[in-house]
């Protein structure tokens, strides 16, 4: 029977006062009654445009329906047939803004929890007794994916399903790139990402850790070993700074490697030696989503105090509302229309405080967002001891400056053409090390893409 509900099933989430002490997931997921239920409110549309709203095109009216049937396996084997990590994208996509904005049910109402159901499905199916997964029988062509972030694993995974020799060569010691150097583990836990990644690897998929392209092998070297298409996802890992004065103090952090050594490098456990300085009051630069992980890892961590300081308004933040609403309740301070000009420190070199400047909104700048305006005589210092800078990342030069021919523009971005394609022959690139940081889920679509272009460069199509 349809669900007329014109509101989402919620989403049993842990009380805000227990789950900023620790870092097991704040949302706990759908039952699977509570699945059944809000997969009812699909009203299974004949022109689909949540699918148009979807980078890797899910057929989501599908295995909604299988779901409101009961049936989860189907249902997940309709995600996957072009997602290859449900269980990933259920948790950190930005539904709001791509499927669930053309759900037609939004539109007297809240649209169907698209993301909650896919992540259900994906967890369901991982809490079954799993199958030995069939390999694809091998076409004898290899492929080199630079990067094991969420641009390589998909375009891993598509060519490995069309029985590609695939190897991912990955810089860090771990798998997973930014799922597991950037996303805390109360949004994303760890044990998700691995449980993908050896769904990768059962397809054939080679991994091989503490490769640094660029330095351990170039792109040109991946070439003339043998592999006959290389595909770059490397991602924006290069931090960025304001260039104020101060930023070289002990305690001052880019948000990267603050969430690298929480995250991938695990101190939040006692029983990792990672060094992070004790916060008693963490500012945090910055209005994105690695702004409010950066703001409540700090919080878990056991900082008193926890400041989001932004130079815009609260309307101008690009960080999911969800995000936002999760750090307000669990106690994180907004001081918005504030920017800080210039960081103190003592004579022993460590941060004491940062000095900041009220603003007001003036005309848009290029993005279409309205330009911070300093207030005059408005200055003023929050006695922090941490300041983590969150005002956005670039990618690493590594990979252009070690690959003759590669085409970037003026930010270092890799430029490419139709099907992800370099400027350099047999060679792709898609993700982060393309546009910018982006999402996680658009760094997928560019991973897919690539490998259908791969695929036909190498089989002559």
Known sequence: MPNLSN???????????????????????????????????????????????????VRIPEFIAAVAKGDLEEAYRI?????????????????????????????????????????????????????????????????????????GLACAGDLAKKGYEVTVFEAFHQVGGVLVYGIPQFRLPKEIVAREVENLKALGVTFLTNMVIGRTLSVDELLEEGYEAVFIG?????????????????????ANEFLTRVNLMKAYRPEYDTPLRQSRFAAIVGGGNVAMDAARCAKRLGAERVAIVYRRSEAEMPARLEEVHHAKEEGIEFL??????????????????????????????????????????????????????????????????????????????????????????????????????????????????????????????
């Open 79 to 151: 995600i996957t047939w072009t997602n290859a990590l449900p269980a990933v994208c259920g948790r950190v996509c930005p539904q709001e803004s791509q499927c669930e904005s053309k759900c037609v049910r939004g539109i007297k109402g809240e649209p169907v929890a698209i993301g909650r159901l896919e992540r259900f499905v994906a967890d369901w199916h991982m809490a079954q007794e799993q199958q030995e997964t069939e390999r694809p029988a091998a076409n004898g062509h290899r492929v080199a994916v630079v990067g094991s972030g969420p641009s």
């Open 234 to 254: 490397t991602g924006a890992g290069l931090p960025r700074f304001m260039g104020i004065p101060g930023e070289g103090l002990v305690g001052v952090y880019s």
């Open 7 to 57: 509101v989402k099933l919620p989403m049993p989430e842990q009380e805000p006062q227990v789950r900023n002490k620790n870092f097991d997931e704040v949302s706990l997921g759908y039952t699977r009654e509570m699945a059944i239920e809000e997969a009812g409110r699909c009203l299974n549309c004949k022109n689909k445009p949540c699918v148009a709203g979807c980078p890797v095109n």
């Open 336 to 461: 918005t229309l504030t920017n800080p000009t210039r960081i103190l420190g003592g004579e022993d070199g460590c941060v004491t405080g940062i000095e900041c400047q009220r603003m007001e909104l003036g005309e848009p700048d290029e993005s279409g967002r309205r330009s911070p305006v300093p207030v005059e005589g408005s200055e003023f210092v929050l006695d922090a001891d941490t300041v983590i800078m969150s005002i956005g990342t670039s990618p690493n030069p590594l990979i252009r400056s070690t690959t003759e021919g590669l085409e970037v523009n003026r930010r270092g971005c890799i430029v490419v053409g139709e099907g992800m394609a370099t400027s350099r022959p047999g060679v792709y690139a898609g993700g982060d090390a393309v546009t910018g940081a982006a999402t996680v889920i658009l760094a997928m679509g560019a991973g897919k893409e690539a490998a259908a272009a791969i695929d036909g460069y190498i089989s002559g199509k």
